[in-house]
């Protein structure tokens, strides 16, 4: 618990020192940790008072799974319909999160020079023929941020880049719409140039990479995972992995990058990838590299989201994560769901983990 502890501590610590650098808001951190010492819940009652909120969830959408854990304990796990624990689900985009996790590792391991390598020279073969220096000067930051500029390939553009006989070319042939390295425009494109230059750089697929230095020693078994016409995995989209293998990843960034003793990613970029950069909402700064932050009640939370509400979602100050699946393809709509599954999350679960938090 001591170990656990000082990551805690370290990451709540430099989140706060990063991302606001704010007096005020390291004073509410310490007033917050002195008042949850004083009402611990034991496990065991934490887990009866999570039951009462999670067992019914499914009545207000499409839910498929919700798991919680606190200190390392799974304290509440709950498979909807048909869904099971050895099943494996569509985490839509919250897979960008995970390639993330994998370009920290790559510049690590020395495959990428780090994050102001440019695009260019990772597809000589296409700018040979379409010249452009705005275009190859896009950096791997620029990826990460979403914020290559060019116009999207999410949302309406999404089917015809999908069904397009080469995903790479199609991405790099959008026109700019904005300024590189300025302007954020969401782009699935993006993240897909950014699991191609994975698989350059390293010499084998994405899914053997992150096999070898994430999923393996994790012990995380991907269940499926979809491929552009090339055979190129799909960067930011459409992997499938089982629920509790979505709290592994949401462990790990909680432990600065550590698994059961081993740093399998360095501590300095999980950090530098949830400071917020950028944001869907212009002047509204809530996401890092891939990875997305947002207040839960009065505690930090950082989060991957995938469309129809894949989430990992991850309070430092309370040592807890949770994880959610959703059916997708049902016709269901999700955002009313979100919306109020968000609500208990904020208003009913997060008091529970507050109260169940012992201290350090």
């Known amino acids: 618990m001591l170990l656990t502890g000082i990551a805690i501590v370290l990451f709540s610590i430099l989140f706060m020192l990063l991302s606001q650098r704010s007096d005020e808001g390291s004073a509410k951190l310490t007033r917050g940790l002195e008042q949850k010492e004083k009402v611990p819940l034991s496990p065991e009652e934490l887990r009866i008072s999570l039951d009462e909120y999670i067992s019914s969830l499914d009545t207000i959408g499409p839910i498929s799974s919700l798991l919680i854990t606190q200190h390392r304990n799974l304290v509440a796990e709950q498979y909807y319909g048909s869904m099971n624990p050895d099943r494996g689900s569509n985490i839509k985009s919250a897979s960008k999160s995970i390639l993330s996790i994998l370009t920290g590792i790559a510049i690590d391991r020395g495959y990428l020079e780090g994050v102001d390598q440019q695009i260019g020279e990772f597809f000589p073969e296409y700018f040979d ?206 955002r009313n769901y979100r919306r109020q599954l968000f609500t208990i999350l904020d208003k009913d679960i997060v008091p529970l983990l507050e109260a169940g938090y012992t201290g350090i």
């Open 129 to 334: 023929l379409n010249p452009d220096s705005v275009k190859a000067a896009i950096t791997i930051e620029d990826l990460l941020t979403m914020r290559s500029g060019l116009a999207s390939t999410s949302r309406s553009n999404y089917g015809r880049w999908v069904t397009s006989s080469n995903w790479v070319r199609f991405k790099l042939d959008r026109p700019l719409r904005g300024t590189p390295g300025t302007d954020r425009i969401y782009s699935t494109g993006n993240t897909h140039l950014l699991g191609v230059i994975l698989a350059k750089a390293s010499g084998m697929n994405t899914l053997q990479f992150a096999n070898k230095y994430l999923f393996r020693p994790m012990d995380i078994s991907v269940t499926g995972w979809d491929r552009d016409p090339q055979g190129f995995y799909l960067g930011g989209n459409n992997m499938a992995i089982r629920p509790r293998d979505m709290v592994k990843i949401g462990q790990l960034m909680m432990d600065v990058g550590k698994y059961k003793g081993e740093q399998l990613v360095p501590a300095d970029w999980v950090i530098k990838s949830v400071i917020p950069v950028t944001g869907r909402i212009s002047g509204v700064q809530n996401y890092g590299y891939l990875w997305f932050r947002r207040m839960a009640d009065k505690y930090h939370m950082v989060y991957a989201y995938g469309n129809g509400g894949q989430y990992i979602l991850i309070l430092p100050e309370l040592e807890a994560v949770i994880t959610v699946t959703t059916r997708t393809g049902t016709g269901e709509p999700t």
